[in-house]
C-alpha cells in the first residue's frame, strides 16, 4: 500500500520560503511511469496543481505561479519537496501531496497539511 505523508511548518510569514516535505512509504518515488504532484486547496476554493516531478526526474511547474515554485526530490530518503518563494496570505491553503501514473489520474492522496501564511 503506498503512503504518503506531508510535513510542514504550518505557519510561514509573508515574503518567506515555504518549504513542504512529502514522505512515501510503500513504494519507490523512482519507479517507472509513476509521477508525483504537489496540489493545494485554499479556503472556498477548488483544488489548484502546483509541480510534478516524474519517475524520471523531469519536473513541471504551474505557470500561474508565476516561477515561485521549485520541485525536487531525494531519492535516498524517498521523499519530494516542494518550495514556494515569496509567499502571501493568498498561499494559505491545505496542501496534499499525490501520486498518479503517466497518462492516469491521481490514485494516492497525503492527508493534507495546512499552511497558513501571516504576519
Known amino acids: 500500500q503506498v503512503q504518503l505523508t506531508e510535513s510542514g511548518p504550518g505557519l510561514v510569514k509573508p515574503s518567506q520560503t515555504l518549504s513542504l516535505t512529502c514522505s512515501v512509504s510503500?513504494?519507490?518515488?523512482?519507479?517507472?511511469?509513476?509521477?508525483w504532484s504537489w496540489i493545494r486547496q485554499a479556503p472556498g476554493k477548488g483544488l489548484e496543481w502546483m509541480a510534478t516531478i516524474v519517475y524520471s526526474g523531469s519536473t513541471f511547474d504551474s505557470p500561474s505561479l508565476k516561477s515561485r515554485t521549485s520541485i525536487s526530490r531525494d531519492t535516498s530518503k524517498n521523499q519530494f519537496t516542494l518550495q514556494v518563494r515569496c509567499v502571501t496570505p493568498e498561499d494559505t491553503a491545505v496542501y496534499y501531496c499525490v501520486r498518479g501514473r503517466v497518462g492516469g489520474e491521481y490514485e494516492y492522496w497525503g492527508q493534507g497539511t495546512q499552511v497558513t501564511v501571516s504576519p
Open positions: 510503500g513504494e519507490s518515488i523512482t519507479t517507472d511511469y509513476n509521477y
